[in-house]
């Protein structure tokens, strides 16, 4: 059973990624959680508060998953296969884009950054940064292994990720997460990230 701190905070969460977070109070996420204000107030000082845990909690799961996805890919043996490309879809699609909590913090990320210098960086950040860092070293790999066409692993992460992106604003982030939203992004980005693959030169990659 989560606690009354875990309630809070998924609370807040839930109505920062649908108002934003100006568009919330105390007395909101209070209500939502069935909770008198001075019950919040012994968990979190703050509203900010509440935010600054939500966001190093984001960031702490979002660094923990780049590593672990990195370190997988580099233990692997042997050249870069079917299940190299696989596993990174998966773990960015389904384990990120997809995933509730890392979802609604994105979602409150898109709206803040035209308010909010700093959670601008952060969106920036783990939106575009450091996964297309991530895919260019990655392409880069894969150049070198001579498994796709030679291309600089920055061009390459940016036709790669450019649909993606796309397609997670289209039905992953124009409201709450829902089942056709996520069919319809599994259907759109994998459908892209054969046709991308076997448009370059290689046929490896088979959607499970």
Sequence with gaps: MASTKEKITAAALALFAQRGYDGVSVRDICKQVGIKESSLYYHFPSKQAILTTLLSHFENRAAEGMAQLEQALGNQQGPWGQVSYRMVCQAFFEGYLMDPF?????????????????????????MFRVPLAFQGQMFTALVDLGLLHPATGEDLAVAFYGPIHLFAQRWLFRGPLSEAGKAAFRQAAYRHVQRFFQERGTDAWQPS
């Design 102 to 126: 890392c979802n609604q913090v994105l979602r409150l990320l898109q709206m803040e950054q035209f308010h909010n210098p700093d959670l601008g960086e952060i969106y920036e950040r783990w």
